[in-house]
């Protein structure tokens, strides 16, 4: 069933319902959407809204601008997949209307990768941002039904440290966590303390010099994710 007025509707009632009864109730999805999307994040909607990424409600890559943040999601396409797909959709959200969405054939490259900028880059340089008050960031993701097998998907922090032309020899080695998604809505919480770089010695994580939250994957993929947060 092609999105339309009434698929809108059906969401804004799901979410009503949740206020009132069981937050744990499926609801009709598109066939090839995470299944069994349980409305679990509208149990986190009324956190600080200074702590919100990225919900795109927007309907855009933007991000939420608060909090001294004023950037957007930059995607990072191998041109060695034939086909990609990257950005926001009003297909197969998990709170609202609005997800972000990462499809992709197999590469034989680098890798396709989607980067929520904390603040908006110059032309020449991404600019750093401040995030030492926080602890670590959450997010729900799953794989939607052209995945595949369930398998690791890297997702983690970029900083200063690791990007170019600030990086020196840690270029593109961020922090990240290896999370074996699923084909249901689920919430994810990485601890800034838990990510890892593959390179030894490792570098002590930067939190005043934060660049964004990244997904790369080197697979092919079918990939959704919803309500982005920075936690304490």
């Not at 969401?11 to 349980?38: F, H, K, M, N, W």
């Not at 679990?40 to 933007?62: H, I, K, Q, V």
């Not at 074996?180 to 490792?202: A, C, G, M, N, S």
Request: proline share 8%.
């Amino acid at each position: 069933m092609p999105w339309n007025r009434e698929s809108s509707r059906a969401v804004a009632a799901a979410l009503l319902c949740a206020a009132c009864g069981s937050a744990v109730d499926p609801i009709s999805v598109e066939r090839d959407c995470p299944t069994q999307p349980y409305r679990g994040p509208a149990l986190y909607a009324g956190e600080p809204s200074d702590r919100l990424l990225s919900d795109f409600e927007n309907g855009t890559a933007e991000l939420v601008e608060v909090s001294n943040r004023n950037g957007s999601w930059i995607q990072g396409r191998d041109l060695t997949s034939m086909s990609v797909t990257i950005g926001p959709s009003n297909e197969c959200a998990a709170r609202g209307v609005w997800a972000g969405h990462l499809a992709a054939s197999l590469p034989t490259g680098w890798g396709n990768n989607w980067t929520a900028y904390f603040r908006a880059p110059t032309k020449s340089s991404p600019l750093p941002y401040d995030g030492r008050q926080y602890g670590g960031v959450s997010f729900w993701a799953a794989f939607g039904g052209k995945n595949g097998p369930s398998f690791a998907v890297p997702f983690g922090v970029v900083t200063m440290d690791t990007v170019e032309p600030e990086c020196e020899d840690h270029c593109y080695d961020h922090y990240l966590s290896p999370i074996i998604l699923t084909h249901d809505w689920r919430r994810y919480e990485l601890r800034f303390d838990q990510l890892k770089q593959t390179e030894v010695p490792q570098m002590p994580m930067r939190r005043d010099q934060l660049v964004g939250f990244i997904i790369w994957t080197q697979q092919q993929c079918d990939i959704w994710i919803d309500d982005v947060r920075l936690e304490p």
